[in-house]
């Protein structure tokens, strides 16, 4: 183990880079059949984002808004078959050009709060307007214990979801009210009962750590509820106290001995899944050991891969030179606006906000979102993408981390994989590959 002071190991959760918060206004507008013209599209992936959800969690800074008033959900999915259409209609299909979709997700907010009948539409918008085969590609959806209701998921079994992630957060009442979560055990137990009945392939249960008032033991006892369900997929999150959530107006969390708590939270779970028969793909991500690449579908982040094809006004889109979505907000009165907005559209053909992504972009993307990955990165891989290596590009950044103990000194030649510490330490190694001009970026951001 190294000696070298380690930096404070939750800086940040990356999902993707840059982060939206890097985002900005395009003036050029770029209409969306020139960026998608020499890009690669016979392995796309499809991700539809619902933003609505029946409550807000105190820890949520995602883009959703509370509730779906006068027909807004109808309003909202006939701007998402106009912007399907659109989208559908610039990626063209020609000869080699063809467009294939590999992977889809639908995701929020809460997808499942929309009702059976507009799950039934919200497929048919995937398929019939965007051409993918939902029962042919591995499909996953995010659900509630509020909204993980038997006619929903029959909706969903039939039309070929093969993985439920389902938010619980905490099997104790107490620790859900903690997180501004309104939610009690026994409607968990009885969503989770519906799931498995409704013979989704993969169920995944996600779980938070850092929750105020939690101890080893409540941690222990939430592992365990989770576990008796046999879950395919685990995910354990730290607790983040973000700006403008309801937790952060609270003044929660934030100094070292939460970090300290986390920690140890974190380590416990993670062994605790080992021990149960659990492997770990990324700091947050398990999988159960007895099931394979093809049962549970796609990888951790294949959705934060080129070629990825967002729809909905909380969507990114990802090509090899521009990522692009929509505007960004937390508080919910511009959620609303933008929502509003998104709804009155009816041109979508051009890309609004976003950012361009160069080659010292790309390198970082490559290397940052391959290394929070626990089988690490084939250095050949990087070198055939790029025409250099990893460590020519980076090297002060590498040889930190393995001062800091975070690299796998035993890793084989030609793989660059974390080791146990540094999958701990993932929400400060992912920061720390920022690029300045990303950084410089998310800093001036206004948050709204």
């Known amino acids: ?88 209609d610039a990626l063209g299909d020609s000869g080699t050009d063809s467009v294939r979709f590999a992977a889809a997700a639908f995701g929020g907010g809460t997808p499942t709060y929309l009702d059976a009948d507009e799950l039934d539409r919200l497929c048919d918008i995937a398929e019939k307007r965007m051409g993918a085969d939902l029962r042919a590609v591995p499909l996953s959806v995010e659900t509630s214990p509020a909204t993980a209701t038997a006619d929903r998921l029959a909706v969903l079994a039939e039309r070929g979801a093969t993985r439920l992630s389902i938010g619980v957060q905490s099997f104790v009442d107490a620790e859900a009210k903690a997180a501004v979560r309104p939610q009690r055990r026994a ?145 919910m009165r511009e959620i609303r606006a933008i929502i509003d907005t998104y709804t009155a559209t009816e041109d979508f053909s051009r890309a609004e906000v976003g950012r361009r992504i160069d080659g010292d972009e790309a390198r970082r993307r490559h290397l940052l979102q391959s290394l929070l990955q626990a089988r690490g990165m084939v250095e050949g891989d990087y070198r055939e993408r790029f025409g250099s290596g990893a460590a020519e590009d980076f090297p002060a950044e590498l040889a930190r981390f393995a001062a800091l103990g975070w690299l796998d000194e035993s890793a084989p030649t030609g793989l660059l994989r974390l080791s146990p510490e540094g999958l701990a330490y993932s929400d400060a190694l992912g920061p720390a590959l920022f690029s300045p001009a990303v950084r410089a970026s998310m800093a001036a951001y206004e948050r709204k």
């Open 1 to 88: 183990m190294s000696t070298t002071l380690a930096p404070r190991p939750y800086e940040s959760y990356v999902y993707a880079y840059p982060h939206k918060t890097a985002y900005r206004p395009l003036e050029d507008r770029p209409a969306l059949r020139g960026l998608w013209a020499g890009e690669r599209k016979d392995a796309l992936s499809l991700y539809l984002h619902i933003p609505f959800c029946e409550v807000r969690c105190g820890f949520c800074n995602l883009f959703t808004r509370i509730g779906a008033p006068d027909e807004l959900t109808t309003r909202y999915l006939d701007a998402l078959d106009r912007q399907a259409t659109a989208v559908r």
């Open 187 to 331: 409607e968990v137990e009885a969503a989770l009962g519906s799931i498995r009945d409704a013979r989704i392939p993969v169920l995944n249960i996600d779980l938070i750590y850092g929750i105020d008032g939690q101890t080893a033991a409540s941690w222990r006892h939430s592992l365990d509820a989770a576990l008796a369900w046999r879950p395919e997929e685990l995910y354990l999150y730290p607790l983040y106290v973000r700006p403008l959530t309801g937790l952060g107006r609270l003044g929660s969390g934030g100094d070292s001995a939460w970090d300290d708590q986390r920690l140890r939270l974190y380590r416990q779970g993670r062994d605790h899944l080992l021990a149960h028969g659990y492997e770990q793909l990324s700091m947050r991500m398990f999988r159960r050991q007895d099931i394979t690449f093809q049962d549970a579908g796609a990888d951790d982040y294949a959705c934060q891969t080129d070629g990825m094809i967002g729809l909905g006004c909380g969507a990114r889109s990802y090509t090899s030179a521009l990522h692009y979505s929509f505007d960004y907000a937390v508080d």
